[in-house]
């Protein structure tokens, strides 16, 4: 993992493996699917679930710092605590949860190469056992939006002002064709298509069969032919910002792009907005 620009947010199974008696870590899985903690899971991993635990449960908007700091707490999470994130779908979830936390500046965190299916796969113990961890000081955080989250008049304006844009979803979605993935229900916008001028580089490019992310060339080669170079502001998004806050973690962290941030509204805002320009 040293060929990646900041080799430090990343750790292997075998890592992970090595360090799960260490009180100073915290296993967290967070999924799509948010039964699959429970049918097992890797041994003292808490669960963070995506809608439950990280969104607002009446505005579309994240938890607040309070939010946050009682989350923290119940986790067993100081703001001294390393926290090592893994899901299913290849990670993407994982990387979600990631950038929610950085949100809140907890950057003692990192992501496990290959998420919950590598783990499985080579065959790693799994256990239903419920962990139980002290009640942790977590003092309150600021929330700091701008640096790392655009919003929609943001967009418009990166747009206007010739930004750079990634549409991280499935050739379909772009098009205008589908309104969500593949096989998935079709709602959630009014309009199909992208934002003008994105470059199309689905997020799963990014990976390897077994989940793990490609090399640093292989990266640079997918992303600087399209146009997604390191020099440029970037803004990445897809249908409600999770595929893209997987983009957002390969182009910050692996690649080291000094300006990356997630529109998180994605399709499901930008489709329903009045006005706002499509491409099909």
């Not at 990343?10 to 992970?16: E, F």
């Not at 747009?159 to 549409?167: E, F, I, R, T």
Request: glycine content about 10%.
């Amino acid at each position: 993992m040293s060929e990646y620009a900041h080799p430090e947010a990343l750790v292997s199974t075998s890592w992970v493996a090595e360090h799960l008696n260490d009180a100073n870590i915290r296993l967290v899985e967070s999924n799509e699917d948010v039964l699959l903690y429970g049918t097992g899971h890797i041994p003292g991993a808490v669960n963070i679930d995506w809608v439950n635990d990280l969104n607002d449960p009446l505005v579309r908007d994240y938890l607040d710092g309070e939010g946050f700091s009682q989350l923290m707490a119940s986790r067993g999470i100081s703001p001294d605590t390393t926290v090592i994130f893994y899901g299913d779908k290849n990670n993407w979830w994982a990387c979600y949860a990631f950038w929610v936390f950085q949100l809140f500046g907890h950057t003692n965190a990192k992501v496990m190469n290959g998420g919950r299916a590598k783990w499985v796969a080579e065959g790693r113990p799994m256990t239903k056992d419920l962990p139980e961890y002290p009640i942790a000081g977590y003092p309150v955080p600021v929330r700091t939006d701008y640096k790392i989250r655009a919003f929609r008049d943001q967009v418009m304006h990166h747009l206007q002002s010739g930004g750079a844009l990634v549409d991280v979803r499935s050739p379909g979605e772009f098009s205008g064709d589908l309104l969500h993935m593949p096989d998935y229900p079709q709602e959630g916008a009014v309009r199909g298509g992208h934002i003008p001028g994105a470059a199309n580089i689905p997020w799963a490019k990014a990976a390897n069969p077994d989940g793990t992310f490609k090399s640093a060339a292989e990266l640079r080669e997918l992303y600087e032919g399209q146009g997604i170079t390191p020099d440029k502001n970037v803004v990445a998004y897809c249908r409600i910002g999770e595929r893209s806050s997987h983009t957002w973690f390969v182009l910050t962290y692996l690649l080291g792009y000094p300006s990356v941030r997630n529109y998180d509204g994605s399709w499901t805002e930008w489709g329903n907005s009045v006005g706002v320009p499509i491409e099909k």
